[in-house]
């Protein structure tokens, strides 16, 4: 993977070191006009976390062809192992990006995940905002990781982009597990992204994301997250004792 860009190694999860634009224009843009298959992780210190507990998610992880660091306490964790990386690359960002891409080359895109409501809602979104996507097939997030009707549906679809938003360690286990079956197809976990297209989850300010706040939004806007909060601190505390 990864080419000449360079990475970092966090906890053995290897990061790659390039900006947003660098990354869709230089790397992403080509394999979607070249059909290659690509699977994408965009990694916060909760998904680091969750590969240091599960030897297992943690192949997942590491078979993946780009890490991207998504997550405030990624960046700080590159800052203080005095590699810095060059920036956040929140997934959501990245989503509406490749939208982009897509509108503008009409490629087709399957959406996988999230509620049946907000799914649905996606898609009128979706079709609404980029109106040259080609709207290869959609599903909800609810059903088994072996349900092989889903994995089925999507092969018939042939999608050029294959969003996946089922939340860690499912999506990229999805993914993983299936994607050998696929061609081609770019391959995404985006987490709660698709409630936050659908209009139904608010991302912070900007002023909050430029400060490296999001987290501490999101918290505050739902609190059931303040488990999955111990998990980045208990994270931030291996790095900064050097455990890791
Ligand atoms: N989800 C799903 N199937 C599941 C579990 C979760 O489709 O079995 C969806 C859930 O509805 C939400 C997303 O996955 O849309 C996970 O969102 P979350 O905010 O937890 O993800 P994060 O961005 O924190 O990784």
Redesign the pocket.
């Known amino acids: 993977m990864r080419g000449k860009n360079s990475i970092l190694n966090i906890m053995d999860i290897p990061f790659l070191n390039i900006s947003k634009s660098s990354l869709v224009n230089d790397i992403l843009r080509p394999h979607l006009m070249n059909g290659n298959k690509t699977f994408i992780v965009t990694a916060n210190p909760?998904i680091v976390m969750r590969t240091k507990e599960d030897a297992s998610y943690k192949k997942v992880v590491q078979s993946a062809d780009y890490v991207i660091p998504d997550g405030a306490g990624i960046l700080l964790a590159a800052k203080y192992k005095k590699h810095p990386l060059r920036e956040r690359i929140p997934?959501y960002e990245l989503m509406l990006d490749l939208l982009q891409i897509a509108n503008e080359k009409g490629l087709s895109c399957y959406f996988l995940?999230?509620?049946g409501s907000?799914n649905l809602k996606v898609v009128r979104v979706v079709e609404q905002k980029y109106p040259n996507v080609k709207i290869a097939g959609h599903h909800?997030?609810?059903f088994q990781l072996d349900d092989l009707s889903v994995v089925e549906d999507v092969k018939r679809a042939s999608p050029d982009l294959i969003f996946v938003?089922?939340?860690?360690p499912?999506?990229e286990q999805w993914i993983e597990m299936h994607n050998n079956q696929f061609e081609k197809g770019l391959f995404m976990g985006v987490?709660?992204?698709?409630?936050v297209l659908a209009g139904v989850v608010k991302r912070a300010p900007q002023a909050w994301i430029n400060l490296n706040l999001e987290w501490l939004y999101r918290l505050l806007k739902q609190p059931f997250r303040l488990k999955r909060i111990f998990k980045v601190f208990k994270f931030m505390f291996l790095i900064l004792l050097k455990k890791e």
């Open positions: 909760e997934g995940g999230a509620s907000v909800h997030g609810f938003a089922l939340g860690l499912k999506q987490g709660g992204s698709f409630d």
